[in-house]
């Protein structure tokens, strides 16, 4: 990681990691609570998705604001209250949350598997605020998080290894089953690019970040989205695919603006490091995606919503970070439909 030789502004304390060899490491956890769940035994498959047909909260996008879920949700299915969640099973939880004291039993509790340092807390604040402004203070359903430091798994992304750092991820869903949770989203786009990765079905189910993201789109009326994020998450098939199959077109930065992007977000953004200099910088890239006809741009680095407001672009944001939480809390409270992905390819 590269210090930065402009002035910052911190949001959350400098993570300052250091790249060490994969051991396993505590976890540190945030508001653990419920039994121990069980992980699944149940044997590796693609999961079928279909997330332009899920009736995903949002709200239409205009030019210049942000493409972020409203608060009002419409439940995509109907759900049986009272029923006691089993890894490996669809669970049936109520659409109606209780109200105050211990959390109400078809709350369900949400996982946070940590891969990057200001993407994962701003998920967390995310995720905290919308059971605030829905069930009121100081309430949200019950979530934990886990994060085995990202450098450990930065020589296997250097070296292409994404079967090795989905090992590392799997230690995280491991660690939050048995904490108690129900379910897990992994706020960090790049990740999910070893997540999809062949193997032993991770021990929760969890929410695809990509599917989320595609499905907002897809609400909003959107034909060519441009993507931001890191090399390799700009250069991987995780949003081609997810995009295309809601009938969106893709583009991304040329390779200059892509070196760019990619740079401020390891010199600067996952340190905690926010510059008026690199926010110019991403305005003019996103200025040359809106002249090669992109009516809307998806903030697929975590830490990018950080950096670039609705009020700073030149397009329509979607921000990834915020949509994955609210997602997350509308399965939590049974306002949408329960995931089912255990990782692996996403199929159709």
């Given amino acids: 990681m590269r210090t930065p030789d402009t002035q910052s502004r911190p949001f959350t304390p400098t993570p ?10 505590t976890p540190g956890t945030i508001c653990t609570s419920g039994t121990t769940a069980t992980p699944s035994a149940t044997p590796s498959r693609a999961t079928t998705s279909t997330p332009c047909t899920t009736s995903t909260p949002g709200t239409t996008s205009t030019p210049g604001t942000t493409s972020t879920p409203g608060t009002t949700s419409t439940p995509g299915t109907t759900f049986t209250p009272g029923t006691t969640f089993t890894p490996g099973t669809t669970p049936s939880p109520s659409p109606t949350p209780g109200a105050g004291g211990d959390a109400p039993p078809h709350m369900r509790h949400l996982g946070i ?6 993407g994962a807390a701003l998920a967390f ?3 905290c605020q919308e059971g605030f402004q829905r069930r009121g203070e100081h309430d949200h359903p019950d979530v934990t998080l886990d994060y085995i430091p990202f450098g450990r798994s930065m020589p296997a992304w250097d070296a292409g290894d994404h079967d090795a750092v989905r090992r590392t991820l799997a230690v995280s869903v491991d660690r939050l089953a048995r904490a108690g949770a129900d379910f897990f989203v992994c706020p960090d786009n790049t990740a999910h690019l070893a997540l999809e990765r062949p193997g032993p079905p991770l021990a929760l189910p969890g929410l695809h ?10 609400l909003d009326g959107r034909k060519r989205v441009g993507v931001l994020g890191t090399s390799y998450t700009m250069e991987g098939a995780v949003y081609p695919r997810a995009l295309s199959a809601c009938g969106i077109a893709v583009e991304v930065p040329d390779a200059d603006d892509r070196e760019v992007v990619n740079k401020i977000i390891f010199s600067e953004l996952v340190n905690g490091v926010f510059t008026d200099a690199s926010r110019a910088a991403y305005v003019k890239v996103i200025e040359r ?6 009516d809307a741009v998806a903030l697929v680095c975590t830490e990018i919503p950080l950096l670039v407001g609705p009020e700073h672009s030149p397009l329509p944001t979607l921000d990834s970070t915020r949509l994955l939480s609210t997602a ?3 399965a939590a409270v049974g306002l949408r439909p329960f995931p089912s992905w255990r990782g692996g390819p996403v199929t159709r």
């Avoid at 970040?209 to 897809?218: H, R, W």
């Fill in 16 to 25: 300052g990691t250091t790249s060490t060899p994969r051991t396993a490491s």
């Fill in 125 to 127: 604040l995310s995720f």
């Fill in 113 to 118: 598997l940590a891969h990057s340092t200001e």
């Fill in 289 to 294: 995606l809106s002249d090669r006809g992109c």
């Fill in 209 to 218: 970040i990509a599917e989320v993201v595609a499905a907002q789109a897809a």
């Fill in 328 to 330: 997350a809390y509308d």
